[in-house]
């Protein structure tokens, strides 16, 4: 445990060692290769990020730089990390060769195995949407993937099944990626499971129709109760360290990710303040900008303490466990440590004594759209009793 510990904050520290050098470690694509590569060499921190790196670029000449490095070094923590990327290449389906040894007895090498069962996970969207492929693959029959959209409070809301080669799994994300600027990171297909099952109940309970597939096409890859378990993130980051430091006032950079530049909340719980703002707005009291402006920073703070209770607690904080994942699976480690630190905190049931400012950055953007939604809609009702000459 305490070695894992310790290569984790080696990784933290390198990636972001490379970030800090203009290397765009959110790049996936193979252009980025030759980059890495002249990182190589200069710390044993970056020489760790630049191996895990590679590890995520699905190509055949981040394969080869691995070999490379596997075979060269007698750093044993460094040889030990290029198999495990290797491993992930072979999971993705890029072709990882045999070690020649290891032909010679007809043992294939651990990193070199595809598993029986993988699993992908997109980004989750403004309306806490996201998308979760398994792929179980078939005797020369390609992979049976199935694919379905889960809301994180109302469940699973689609789910369908394909029977289709890897070539065309893999160009189904590049095509995403292209299209939407995400990228589906590979998740522990155990979570994934869960995540459906635990998805369909709920939308059984609120009576959503068109799932009647879901129990055949899950019968694929499982039939028994998944297990629950902890989250994948609490398997790379440590919980306790996540809300060290000044955590609370630089969550808002998570704002600007591409990723979150466009989540806002306009649940109906976030309507039912607007009251409370428009007579603050309109009250016949006389009150100063400064008196308006703490009587709206107090209805903001309401807001965030409600966005942390009970059933809205729950599913924020798997949003931002979900984001936290994806964004250390992206190479954004400083990110996803915020992430989980503000996940644990609406965990809590309660966003503390002290502002965390990307929840009342979020609530604060929710409020703004939805006036300027009303706003819109009664000049569009005004114009429309205008009689025209």
């Not at 060499?41 to 394969?63: C, H, M, N, Q, W």
């Not at 466009?262 to 703002?277: E, H, K, N, R, S």
Request: proline share 5%; glycine share 8%; with cysteine.
């Amino acid at each position: 445990m305490a070695n894992k510990k310790q290569r984790d904050e080696k990784l933290l520290s390198g990636l972001e060692q490379l970030r800090q050098s203009g290397i765009p470690l959110e790049d996936s694509s193979p252009t980025l290769i030759p980059r890495l590569r002249e990182q190589l060499g200069k710390r044993r921190e970056t020489d760790l990020a630049v191996i895990f790196s590679l590890g995520k670029i699905p190509d055949t000449t981040a394969v080869e730089v691995l070999s490379e490095i596997e075979n060269g070094t007698a750093d044993k923590e460094l040889r030990k990390e290029a198999r495990r990327s290797l491993f992930k290449l072979g999971q993705r389906g890029v072709a990882v060769p045999q070690k020649d040894d290891q032909k010679s007895t007809g043992a294939a090498p651990l990193f070199s195995r595809t598993p029986s069962i993988e699993a992908y996970m997109s980004p989750v969207d403004g309306g806490g949407g996201l998308l979760i492929w398994i792929a179980k693959p078939q005797p020369n029959h390609g992979l049976q993937v199935i694919q379905a959209t889960l809301n994180d409070r109302a469940g699973l809301l689609r789910i369908g099944g394909a029977q289709i080669p890897r070539k065309e799994l893999r160009k189904m994300a590049q095509d995403i990626k292209a299209k939407n600027g995400v990228t589906m990171i590979a998740i522990p297909w155990e979570y994934a499971d869960h995540a459906l099952s635990e998805g369909y109940e709920t939308a059984k309970a609120r009576g959503q129709t068109g799932l009647e597939s879901f129990h055949e096409l899950r019968s694929i890859i499982a039939t028994g109760k998944p297990q629950e378990a902890p989250h994948p993130i609490y398997d790379k980051l440590d919980a306790n360290e996540a809300r060290q430091g000044s955590w609370r006032e630089a969550s808002r950079r998570l704002l600007d990710e591409p990723e979150l530049r466009y989540w806002v909340l306009t649940d109906g719980w976030l309507q039912g303040f607007l009251p409370q703002i428009e007579e603050a707005q309109t009250s016949r009291l006389v009150l100063n900008p400064v008196q308006k402006e703490e009587r709206f920073a107090a209805i903001v703070r309401d807001a965030v303490k409600e966005l942390c209770r009970g059933e809205n607690g729950k599913a924020f904080r798997r949003r931002m466990e979900n984001m936290a994942l994806y964004f250390f699976e992206t190479g954004r480690a400083a990110q996803a440590k915020l992430s989980l630190a503000v996940a644990l905190q609406v965990g809590d049931g309660d966003p503390g004594p002290l502002d965390v400012s990307f929840l009342t950055g979020l609530v604060q953007r929710g409020f703004a759209f939805i006036l300027s939604e009303q706003r819109t809609k009664r000049k569009e009702e005004d114009a429309s009793f205008i009689i025209k000459p």
